[in-house]
């Protein structure tokens, strides 16, 4: 049986509205709601003066190695050259990922990169900070609670930047502009 052909085209035509729109919508949430709670905690990083991303701060190697801090005595001198890269390198994620999102620069890779930083922020925060984090802000999913900030608020993020990066960017990007074959 068929559909008759008057919904068969309401369909199409939400389908390319929907290619288009939603990926554009995904990058408005995301600029709305977690640009601004990414540069914040970005910025708690950053060490001293105009290359302070180079030296972050000791915050932001308690932040992302709680426990490698505390076994070196909260003293940032004596960890190694992977710590300062991983706190470097997680530093800039946090300020040029979401800028390209919200751009639409390379868009798919970016989101990509943001679902990775949101899954191991989401397990330093679960197994970092003193083992597994108190059950209210863990959360669990068909609890009848939305508001546990681990499972529930980062499941949302991850379905905002998963779209993007199945969809790209949408309209209205630079990638649409800087790339003829982007879709």
């Not at 950053?46 to 076994?71: H, K, T």
Request: with cysteine; glycine share 10%; aromatic share 12%.
């Amino acid at each position: 049986m068929q559909l008759p052909p008057f919904i068969t085209r309401s369909a199409d035509q939400l389908n390319r509205l929907g290619d288009q729109g939603l990926p554009l919508l995904a990058r408005f949430v995301f600029a709305a709601v977690l640009l601004m709670y990414f540069w914040n905690s970005g910025l708690t990083k950053l060490g001293d003066g105009i290359l302070g991303f180079l030296s972050p701060s000791s915050g932001a190697y308690v932040q992302i190695f709680p426990r490698a801090m505390e076994a070196a005595g909260y003293d940032t001198s004596q960890l190694s050259l992977f710590h300062w890269a991983v706190v470097t390198a997680g530093t800039l994620a946090e300020f040029i990922l979401p800028l390209l999102i919200v751009i639409g620069l390379l868009t798919r890779l970016a989101a990509l990169g943001m679902i990775g930083f949101v899954v191991v922020q989401s397990l330093t925060d679960l197994f970092g900070h003193g083992g597994i984090a108190h059950e209210g802000t863990l959360g669990a999913w068909f609890d009848r609670m939305p508001d546990g900030l681990i499972l529930d608020q980062r499941a949302f993020w991850v379905l905002c930047l998963a779209t993007l990066v199945f969809k790209g960017a949408g309209a209205l990007s630079a990638d649409r502009l800087l790339f003829k074959n982007a879709p």
